[in-house]
């Protein structure tokens, strides 16, 4: 700390000098506040630090829309306003998958996030409409319980999110060319998957009738 005098003016003024280097050239920055600064600077670092602990309180929890899948965090009074007089008609493209062949696919179970962030959020569920259109490495998961355990010895963790998301309405494709390339039966797949002629069919289409594209 040192002491400075103003030219004009005989009263010492008191100011902090902070140095800090920038790498990688080394160069010294120097900041000089006066003392009567510090309150309202205390202050504002007090309010950026506050603000994400806030947020980070709590923990993710699962419903109304679907209970058992989709655990999401509440946001209290988000600056970017959640309309909930608007029609949500969304279709998602998933193409991936884990390798472990026992593991929920994350892809697929954000559309009962999606759900349930919004109907918690107060919007009505009858002004969601989703749709997942799925191709890839992704296109497993649309196989039945016994298809997928015939052909990877363990039950297809996936089979309970889709029987969730399909009582909510949602509209489930498989990709044909995926169904094709990977020897898939329409009789292999899961109660209410629908077969497209390729997922670009499908994702066009849908998009025409007016769903909005989320894509990973």
Not at 109 to 135: C, D, P
Not at 170 to 175: E, S
Request: glycine letters at 6%.
């Amino acid at each position: 700390m040192e002491r400075r005098r103003d030219r004009g003016n005989a009263r010492p003024v008191r100011h902090v000098l902070l140095h800090y280097n920038v790498p990688p050239d080394g160069r010294a920055w120097r900041c000089s506040l006066t003392l009567r600064q510090f309150p309202s600077l205390f202050a504002a670092v007090l309010a950026l630090t506050a603000t994400p602990l806030s947020l980070a309180a709590g923990s993710a929890s699962t419903g109304p829309a679907v209970e058992k899948f989709g655990p999401v965090y509440d946001v209290p009074r988000p600056d970017f306003a959640t309309p909930t007089d608007l029609a949500y008609r969304a279709v998602f493209d998933v193409a991936t998958s884990p390798e472990a062949v026992d593991q929920l696919n994350p892809r697929i179970e954000s559309l009962a996030r999606f759900l349930n962030m919004h109907v918690r959020a107060g919007v009505s569920a009858e002004q969601i409409k989703l749709a997942l259109v799925v191709h890839g490495a992704a296109g497993k998961d649309m196989l039945s319980g016994a298809a997928y355990k015939a052909r990877f010895g363990v039950d297809n963790p996936n089979a309970p999110l889709l029987a969730a998301l399909k009582a909510k309405d949602v509209r489930v494709v498989l990709c044909g060319q995926t169904a094709a390339h990977n020897g898939f039966g329409r009789e292999e797949l899961a109660p209410g998957v629908e077969l497209a002629l390729s997922a670009m069919t499908a994702l066009v289409a849908l998009q025409s009738d007016g769903y909005r594209l989320i894509s990973f």
